[in-house]
């Protein structure tokens, strides 16, 4: 996490200048479009400082994962914000950028944090090549500015602003997102999330407040823009549009009270995994859940299109893994079509294959994992613009994990504000897992092939792309 950066990459563009007086004068009324939110975007995919607010009512900050919170400007009382639905350049981890949309420089969206009972007005612009328009998931709004595009709106059209204006009732966390030509935008990353802190700033008070979005895309390597008409079989699991290895580490200090909220815009469902700890199930879209209600976890389900809020004590130092449990959800693209070869006996084929695939090589006789060291020990050379399957390293060695997967670093003696990365865990003497000396014969393993005589195999390329 680079925090130094903010403010600095956080570009200021001046509507006016770049869109042209009056190309909205059809859907803003002139003394709305006279005085227009300046728009803030920014290029970065790094996690950026909480945004403590200097105007309007006091709230504490979430620290949006890989993201940013949208400045507001304050005009009479209501607080203005300009969204801008564009094209964008994601980078999903170093050494993978994608050709997204999104709002404001970035997929996801920048968070839009407001207090209980605000007035809040959202202008929207549209710089895509077609309609759009925003609804705002979970929110008690009047019923014209729920954002259904052709129910309660007409589409905002290309090069079009419209106006959203509602009170921010309900404390909780929400999400925004099209409901306008929804599989193609929400495939192509359009989403973001939405906080409504508590007017009263005591009500549960955390120490840290994270928040993030799961997504997914289905990008072929070597690619760069999503495949919009993929139903299930996605290739990339995203948090807020970042696979692992890019994926911010969460840093906390020991004893803190943390609270990690998320919403799940992807076609299925994702148990959320934290390691070392038990937590509660604090909130949900609907809002939050009494304390007589909740109930210990270390894995909660998230249904597509719900949102969960997660709290627990910090008191257990260490590199926690906090990551989905569906196995496919923590890999990247690469690779994920090689047939299994557990127990395949390949020494004797290798020889046969090469003639007919000058680079063969046998893999996955004895597991997968085999994969991430030939990578980080030979450089193998990747298809341009993809990822590893199984990637990362550690203080002591190959992570073997991709996808929806990052850590809580849980550390002692860290400032309040203090989010940077503290690098590995300095582990306490004789508390790592070691290898024992021992005099056990070797292992007779079973032979593994299911067929006796002879057996079918089809040749492919185990780290080449796929072709059928
Ligand atoms: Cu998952």
Redesign the pocket.
């Known amino acids: 996490m680079d925090f130094s950066k903010f403010g600095k990459d956080i570009t200021r563009r001046n509507f006016i200048k770049l869109a042209g007086a009056g190309i909205a004068a059809s859907t803003v009324s002139k003394v709305a479009m006279a005085a227009l939110p300046e728009i803030v975007s920014t290029e970065q995919a790094t996690t950026q400082a909480p945004l403590h607010p200097n105007t309007g009512r006091p709230y504490n900050p979430v620290v949006t994962l890989n993201g940013w919170s949208l400045p507001w400007r304050m005009n009479n009382g209501v607080k203005e914000f300009h969204l801008v639905a564009e094209p964008v350049l994601r980078e999903i981890a170093p050494g993978m950028k994608a050709h997204l949309w999104g709002y404001n420089g970035q997929s996801p969206g920048p968070t839009i944090e407001v207090v209980e009972g605000d007035r809040v007005r959202i202008f929207v612009t549209n710089r895509l090549p077609e309609q759009t328009s925003i609804h705002w998931h979970g929110q008690p709004v009047p019923n014209g500015m729920d954002g259904v595009s052709g129910l309660t709106q007409p589409a905002i059209q290309p090069g079009k602003t419209f106006m959203y204006e509602f009170v921010a009732k309900r404390a909780g966390t929400f999400m925004y997102h099209p409901h306008a030509d929804e599989m193609t935008q929400m495939a192509m990353g359009m989403m973001g999330t939405w906080i409504t802190h508590p007017k009263n700033t005591k009500f549960m008070p955390v120490d840290r407040d994270f928040v993030f979005l799961?997504n997914s895309y289905d990008i072929d390597p070597g690619s760069y823009t999503p495949k919009i008409n993929t139903m299930l079989d996605f290739n990339l699991?995203t948090f807020n549009s970042r696979a692992f290895p890019g994926i911010d580490p969460m840093v906390v200090r020991k004893n803190d009270r943390v609270r990690i909220r998320f919403g799940n815009l992807?076609m299925?469902?994702?148990?959320?995994h934290l390691h070392g700890h038990e937590f509660q199930v604090t909130g949900t879209d609907g809002g939050w859940v009494p304390p007589t209600a909740r109930w210990p976890e270390v894995t909660t389900d998230v249904a597509v299109g719900q949102m969960r809020a997660i709290e627990f004590i910090a008191d257990n130092p260490g590199d926690w893994a906090f990551h989905?449990?569906?196995s496919?959800?923590?890999m990247n693209p690469m690779g994920h079509q090689v047939p299994t070869l557990l127990g395949v006996k390949q020494s004797d084929l290798v020889g046969k294959i090469s003639n007919l695939v000058p680079d063969y090589m046998a893999m996955g006789e004895t597991g997968m994992a085999e994969m991430t060291e030939m990578k980080a020990m030979m450089d193998m050379p990747l298809p341009e613009n993809t990822l590893p399957m199984m990637s990362g390293t550690g203080q002591y060695g190959a992570i073997d994990m991709g996808?929806?997967f990052t850590t809580v670093k849980v550390r002692e003696g860290l400032a309040r504000n203090d989010y940077k990365d503290p690098g590995p865990y300095n582990h306490p003497q004789g508390t790592v897992a070691r290898e024992v000396v021992n005099d056990l014969p070797p292992v007779e393993r079973p032979a593994m092939n299911d067929s006796e005589g002879g057996m079918e195999m089809s040749v492919r390329k185990p780290m080449g792309h796929m072709e059928h």
Not at 268 to 272: F, Y
């Open positions: 799961l699991w992807t299925t469902n994702h148990p959320i989905c449990h569906k496919h959800h923590t996808g929806m």
